[in-house]
């Protein structure tokens, strides 16, 4: 049974961090791309960041780059999105994704995680 579960969301002030983490099981992890998306209300589900199989490249949207790190650990088959200087912007749930490295049809969600940024 394939699971995808997010924690570390919540309410953060402005400027402020929060790291999020999808730890994964069922499938296997070092053969996925990983990334993390986050959709706002009212609005589309965009790609924040993603991280290849081995964790050799990253790539980010431009709205997080500097502020955002994606990171992944093999061992323990979780990824990371560290955020920084945190703005109202980033309000949204974010969602982690997992996506086989040759087959792109092999893709997995997670449930979500609400991150708030306001004072």
């Known amino acids: 049974q394939v699971q995808l579960v997010e924690s570390g969301g919540g309410l953060v002030q402005p400027g402020g961090s929060l790291t999020l983490s999808c730890a994964t099981s069922?499938?296997?992890?070092?053969?996925?791309?990983m990334s993390w998306y986050r959709q706002a209300p009212g609005k589309e589900r965009e790609l924040v960041a993603a991280?290849?199989?081995?964790?050799?490249?990253?790539n980010y949207a431009d709205s997080v780059k500097g502020r955002f790190t994606i990171s992944r650990d093999n061992a323990k088959n979780t990824v990371y999105l560290q955020m920084n200087s945190l703005k109202p912007m980033d309000t949204a749930v974010y969602y982690c994704n997992a996506a086989h490295k040759v087959n792109r049809v092999l893709s997995y969600w997670g449930q979500g995680t609400q991150v708030t940024v306001s004072s």
């Open positions: 069922g499938f296997t992890f070092n053969s996925y791309a």
């Open positions: 991280i290849t199989s081995a964790g050799d490249m990253t």
